[in-house]
C-alpha cells in the first residue's frame, strides 16, 4: 500500500482526536464543577420571634408560674424592707435577690429600689406623682420618666410591632417595655450574632478591617 | 484527468463518477467520529431536570395574563413544588392595594447587627440554602464614617454590638427610580403601584444587568438549581414574591409581598428583637413610618446623589 | 423566477461544497477548530446542565470573560467595516476587494459577540422574550434591548453587502449600486452605533461610577479602530500566504495609518482617565485603585492591566516609527496591539466595574476552565466561520467560481478539486 498522503495522515489524526473527546466527556474526565462547602442550617433561634424576656403580662395570659411575684411569700405585711447601702451610697442587694443586677443608669439616685417597687405594698408598682400600678402596667411607669421613648412607643416607633401594618386587616401587637427590657438593667442586652455569609466564591486573603490604607 | 504535478497535495484517483471512493470514505469516516464527538459532548445535558416544561416555556408576560391564565400558571406552580418538595403549596396572586405606599424606615440607634432579619428572610422566602442566597446583608460600620469601603461584612464577635460601631442592615431598596427596571432588556422586573419593584422569575432570562446596575448590591442571582430543606419550606407562596426560584433567574427582597399585600408585616420587621425595622404605608398619617418621617429629624437614603430615591429612610434618634 | 432561485442554490451548493475541499493544512486548521468548538460545546453543555456555579462569577461580579470577549469583539465587529471609509468616501480603489474580507470578519466577529451573549444568560432558552412583538423587549429604555437590535441589524447588513457583492461577482455583473451603496453608508454609521450602544451598556450605570464616565464611549471607539485593523492586517496576510489572492503591501499600510491614529488617540484617552482619577481621588476611584494599584491587599489584575499598558505604549512607539513600515515589524506591532486592547477591554474595563462592589466588600475574579473552555470554543467557531467565508468567497472573487462554470461543475463535481485548490 502507498504512504498515507498528508490529507489522509491530517483526517487519521482528526478521527483519533474526535473519538478520544467523546471518550472524555462520556467518562467525564475534566471540567468537574469543584464540590461546594458544607453550609450547615441555621439555629432556629435565629429565626424565632421571642422576646429575650417575658412581662408579667404574658405570664399571666399564659398561666405561668407567677411564684416570682409572690413577694410577701417572705416580706411581711406592713414592714417596709429596709435598704442598706455600702460606703459609696450605692444599694447594697440583698442575698435573697441576689439574682437581680441594678444598673438603671449610671447615677446612684435611679438605682433605689422603691423609685419603682410601693414599700408599703410590694404587690405594686408606684410612680413619682404617687399613683399606684398593677405590675401588668409596668409600661406607664417606664413612661412616667421616659417621655419620648414612650410616646414613640405609643406611636408604634420603639420596639418591635408585629402583626398587621393595615390595622383594617388585623390587629398590631406591640410589646411592653419590660419584654425586652429588665427593669433592673434596662440596657437592651448584647447577642451572638448569627453566622456571617457564605460567599459563592470565598476570597483568598480575608477583608482587612477599616485600618490601612485607603 | 489531469494532475497538476506541481501541486504538492497527492490527489487520490478517481472513479467513473468523479468522487473517489478513499476521499468518501476518508470524509465520512472523520464525520462520522466529529458527529460522536458532538453527541457525547452533549452528554451533560442529561442531568438537565425539571430546567422547565412546555407550558412554562410559551408562558406570557405576568401583565399579559389574563385571570384564567393565572389560576392556571398557580396550579402548574403548586404542583411543581409538591414534586419537589412533598409538600403543597398556597400560591396566590396578590394584587396592590389601593391607596398604599409602602415606605420603610430603619433605626441605625438600634440594630444591634444580630443578624436575625437576614434569616427570617431566607426561612420566609425560601431562598437557596446552598449557593446561599441573603437578601439582607448586614454591614459594621465605624461611629462617625459613613463610608462604606470601611465596612465590614463578616464580622462574627462573641457579642454584638461592639463598642464603636453601628450595624447598617442593606436590602433592596425599592427605589422610586429604580436602576434595575430601567435597564431589563424583557420588562421582566418593573416597579408596582404600592412601591414594590418586583421580578416575574418565569420571564427573568437572566442576563445580570440588573444586578450590575444595582446600586445597592441587592439583586441575587441562581447560579445553580437552588436547594432548599424540605423541612423549613414556607408554603404560603405568592407569585411576585416567595415561591422557589430556578436556576438562571434573578430573585430580590419584594417587601414579603405575601405578606405585605395581606396587610401583615414582612419577616424582617417581625423578627428584630431590637424593633430597628419600622414598615408602613406612608400614604396613611397614622402608621408609624408617617410618625417617624414627621417626627425624626436626621434620614439617610443610601447614595442619595444618584437620584434613585429610594423608599429606605435610615435615621438616628438616640 | 424558478431560474433565479434555481441559479442561487447552485451557488450556495458550490460555496457549501468548497467549504470541505482543500488540502492537509486547511484540514488541520479546520480540524483543530472543530476539536476547540466541540470542546466549547460540552463545556456549555456543561453549564447548561448546572448552571452558570461552573463560572467563576458571583453575585459580587457577575459578570466575566464571557461579556468582556463580548465588548472586545464588538469592536472588531465596527472596525472591521472601517476600510469602507476611505474605498467609498475616499474612492481608494486599492482597498475595495478588502472590504468584503472586512466585512465577512465582522460577520464572523457578530457571530462571535451574539454566541458570547448567549452562553452568559442564566436563561438562554428564554430567549424570545427578546423579540419585539412576541416578547417584550424593553426599548428604547434598556441599552440591552438597542444592543439586540443593532448587532442583529449589523449582521443582516453586512451578510446582505457581501451576499450581494459577491453574487453579482459570481454571475460576472456589475453590482447594482442602488442595492448596496445605500447599505454600505448605513454601514457606516451602524458600526459606530453598535460600539456606542455596547459602550452606553456600561456609562449608564450611576451605581457603577468606574463605568459612569463620558470618556468610556471614546475609549471603546478608538481601541476597537486599533484592535480591529490590526487583525484585519494579520488576516489579509494570511489569505495572501494560502491563496493566490493578490494583496498590495499599500493596503496593508493604509490600515496601518488607522491603527496608529487610534493608538495615538487610544494612549491619550488612558491618560485623560488616569489623571481624572487619581488627581481628584474621593471615594469613587476605588475600582481604580484596585485595577492600576492593588487594594486592600487585593490585587489580582494589576499585572493585567501594565502588561496591557506596556504592550500599548510600546506598539504606539513601534506605529509612530517608520520600522513599523517592515512586515514584521508591523506584525509584531499588530499582535501587541490586539493583546493589549483585550486585556484593557476585557479585565481592565469589566471586572473593575464590580470590584469592590457597591456596598464596598472586595471581591476577586478567575475565570474557570469550564468558561475558559466555553471561551475558546466560541473563539474557534468565530475562526471556523471566518475561514469558510473566505474558502467561499476568494476563489469567487478570483473567477473561479463563477457561473461561467457552473456547466463543469454539474458535469464532475470531482474536477472542481482539481480546479480549485487551495494554494
Known amino acids: ?214 | 484527468m489531469s494532475q497538476d504535478p506541481s501541486h504538492k497535495e497527492n490527489i487520490p484517483a478517481l472513479d467513473a463518477d468523479g468522487l473517489s471512493r478513499r476521499s468518501f470514505l476518508r470524509t465520512s469516516a472523520v464525520f462520522t467520529t466529529g458527529l460522536a464527538a458532538i453527541a457525547a459532548g452533549l452528554a451533560p445535558l442529561r442531568n438537565l431536570k425539571d430546567f422547565t416544561s412546555m407550558e412554562q416555556f410559551v408562558q406570557k408576560y405576568y401583565k399579559e395574563l389574563t385571570p384564567e391564565d393565572m389560576e392556571k400558571v398557580l396550579k402548574r406552580i403548586e404542583n411543581e413544588v409538591e414534586k419537589q418538595y412533598g409538600i403543597r403549596p398556597h400560591v396566590r396572586d396578590l394584587k396592590p392595594m389601593d391607596g398604599v405606599e409602602y415606605v420603610y424606615c430603619l433605626n441605625l440607634s438600634r440594630c444591634i447587627g444580630c443578624r436575625k432579619c437576614v434569616h427570617a428572610c431566607v426561612a420566609e422566602n425560601n431562598q437557596s440554602r446552598n449557593p446561599e442566597i441573603q437578601y439582607i446583608r448586614v454591614l459594621k460600620m465605624t461611629n462617625g464614617s459613613f463610608d462604606m469601603e470601611k465596612a465590614e461584612h463578616d464580622y462574627d464577635p462573641a457579642m454584638v454590638p461592639e463598642k464603636g460601631h453601628f450595624y447598617m442592615p442593606v436590602q433592596c431598596q425599592q427605589c422610586h427610580n429604580p436602576p434595575c427596571v430601567k435597564v431589563c432588556p424583557v420588562h421582566a422586573t418593573w416597579q408596582e403601584t404600592d412601591g414594590i419593584t418586583v421580578i416575574d422569575y418565569d420571564w427573568c432570562i437572566g442576563c445580570r444587568y440588573c444586578e450590575a446596575a444595582c446600586p445597592y448590591w441587592a439583586r441575587r442571582f441562581n447560579f445553580a438549581k437552588p436547594s432548599i430543606p424540605k423541612e423549613r419550606l414556607n408554603p404560603n407562596m405568592a407569585y411576585l414574591g416567595n415561591r422557589p426560584r430556578k436556576q438562571g433567574v434573578m430573585e430580590k427582597c419584594h417587601f414579603c409581598i405575601q405578606r405585605t399585600r395581606a396587610g401583615r408585616y414582612p419577616a424582617c420587621v417581625e423578627v428584630c428583637p431590637a424593633g430597628t425595622r419600622k414598615f408602613g404605608n406612608i400614604l396613611d398619617p397614622n402608621s408609624e413610618v408617617s410618625y417617624i418621617l414627621k417626627n425624626k429629624r436626621v434620614f439617610i437614603q443610601l447614595k442619595e446623589e444618584l437620584g434613585t430615591s429610594p423608599r429606605f429612610f435610615y435615621y438616628f434618634d438616640v | 423566477m424558478i431560474t433565479a432561485i434555481r441559479n442561487y442554490f447552485i451557488f450556495l451548493l458550490r460555496c457549501a461544497r468548497i467549504a470541505f475541499v482543500g488540502d492537509w493544512r486547511y484540514y488541520a486548521w479546520m480540524g483543530t477548530l472543530t476539536v476547540f468548538c466541540i470542546l466549547g460545546l460540552n463545556a456549555y453543555a456543561k453549564q447548561f446542565a448546572n448552571g452558570l456555579v461552573v463560572t467563576g462569577m458571583s453575585d459580587q461580579v457577575s459578570w466575566g470573560v464571557y461579556i468582556a470577549n463580548f465588548t472586545f469583539l464588538v469592536g472588531v465587529a465596527a472596525a472591521a467595516v472601517m476600510m469602507v471609509i476611505p474605498v467609498y468616501i475616499y474612492d481608494n480603489e486599492e482597498l475595495h476587494d478588502l472590504v468584503i474580507f472586512g466585512e465577512l470578519l465582522a460577520v464572523a466577529a457578530i457571530l462571535m459577540c451574539l454566541a458570547f451573549v448567549t452562553v452568559d444568560l442564566g436563561r438562554p432558552d428564554r430567549f424570545w422574550h427578546l423579540i419585539p412583538g412576541l416578547g417584550q423587549l424593553n426599548f428604547p429604555a434598556s441599552m440591552l434591548s438597542w444592543d439586540v437590535i443593532v448587532l442583529n441589524g449589523y449582521l443582516l447588513l453586512n451578510v446582505h453587502i457581501c451576499g450581494y457583492l459577491l453574487y453579482s461577482r459570481y454571475h460576472g455583473r456589475k453590482p447594482a449600486r442602488w442595492f448596496y451603496i445605500p447599505f454600505v453608508f448605513i454601514a457606516i454609521f451602524w458600526a459606530i452605533s453598535i460600539h456606542t450602544v455596547t459602550a452606553f451598556l456600561y456609562v449608564g450605570l450611576g451605581g457603577r461610577p468606574f463605568w459612569n464616565s463620558a470618556i468610556i464611549g471614546p475609549r471603546f471607539l478608538a481601541s476597537a479602530f486599533t484592535a480591529g485593523p490590526a487583525l484585519i492586517i494579520l488576516a489579509l496576510q494570511v489569505i495572501r500566504r494560502v491563496t493566490k489572492y493578490n494583496i498590495s503591501d499599500k493596503a496593508l499600510l493604509t490600515l496601518r495609518s488607522i491603527v496608529q491614529v487610534s493608538m495615538i488617540i487610544n494612549v491619550f484617552l488612558l491618560v485623560c482617565e488616569i489623571f481624572t482619577e487619581f488627581y481628584s481621588g474621593g471615594l469613587h476611584v476605588v475600582s481604580s485603585k484596585y485595577l492600576y494599584l492593588g487594594f486592600h491587599g487585593y490585587h489580582a489584575l494589576v499585572p493585567w492591566i501594565w502588561t496591557a499598558i506596556t504592550f500599548n505604549l510600546t506598539a504606539m512607539v513601534l506605529l509612530v516609527l517608520p520600522v513599523s513600515r517592515s512586515l514584521r515589524w508591523l506584525n509584531l506591532t499588530c499582535m501587541l496591539c490586539i493583546t493589549g486592547i483585550w486585556i484593557e477591554k476585557g479585565m481592565g474595563l469589566v471586572i473593575p466595574g464590580f470590584i469592590p462592589t457597591p456596598l464596598g466588600e472586595m471581591a476577586e475574579y478567575s475565570p474557570s476552565l469550564n468558561e475558559a473552555l466555553v471561551c475558546f470554543g466560541i473563539w474557534a467557531f468565530g475562526l471556523l466561520c471566518y475561514t469558510i467565508f473566505l474558502r467561499m468567497a476568494v476563489p469567487i472573487l478570483q473567477g473561479n467560481i463563477s457561473k461561467a462554470n457552473e456547466g463543469e461543475f454539474l458535469r464532475t463535481a470531482a474536477q472542481q478539486e482539481v480546479r480549485e485548490p487551495l494554494s
Open chain 1, 1 to 214: 500500500m502507498k504512504s498515507l498522503s498528508k490529507t489522509s495522515l491530517t483526517l487519521l489524526v482528526l478521527m483519533g482526536v474526535f473519538t478520544a473527546l467523546a471518550v472524555g466527556f462520556v467518562l467525564n474526565l475534566w471540567g468537574r464543577p469543584t464540590p461546594r462547602l458544607e453550609i450547615p442550617l441555621v439555629d432556629p433561634a435565629f429565626i424565632s420571634t421571642a422576646t429575650v424576656r417575658t412581662s408579667y403580662a404574658e405570664l399571666v395570659a399564659n398561666k405561668e408560674d407567677l411564684s416570682d411575684f409572690d413577694c410577701y411569700g417572705c416580706h411581711e405585711k406592713n414592714k417596709p424592707p429596709t435598704l442598706r447601702f455600702d460606703a459609696d451610697h450605692n444599694l447594697i442587694i440583698p442575698q435573697e435577690h441576689s439574682d437581680i443586677v441594678m444598673k438603671h443608669g449610671s447615677h446612684n439616685r435611679n438605682n433605689l429600689c422603691f423609685n419603682c417597687h410601693d414599700e408599703t405594698n410590694l404587690e405594686v408598682l408606684q410612680t413619682r406623682d404617687g399613683r399606684q400600678l398593677k405590675f401588668s402596667e409596668s409600661t406607664q411607669l417606664c413612661g412616667s420618666c421616659h417621655g419620648p421613648n414612650y410616646r414613640d412607643w405609643e406611636a408604634g416607633a420603639h420596639g418591635r410591632t408585629s402583626g398587621f401594618w393595615n390595622r383594617s386587616m388585623g390587629p398590631i401587637t406591640r410589646k411592653d417595655c419590660v419584654s425586652c427590657h429588665n427593669p433592673h438593667a434596662p440596657k437592651f442586652p448584647g447577642r451572638k450574632p448569627a453566622p456571617p455569609p457564605h460567599p459563592l466564591r470565598p476570597l483568598a486573603k480575608p477583608t482587612l478591617t477599616t485600618e490601612g490604607e485607603h
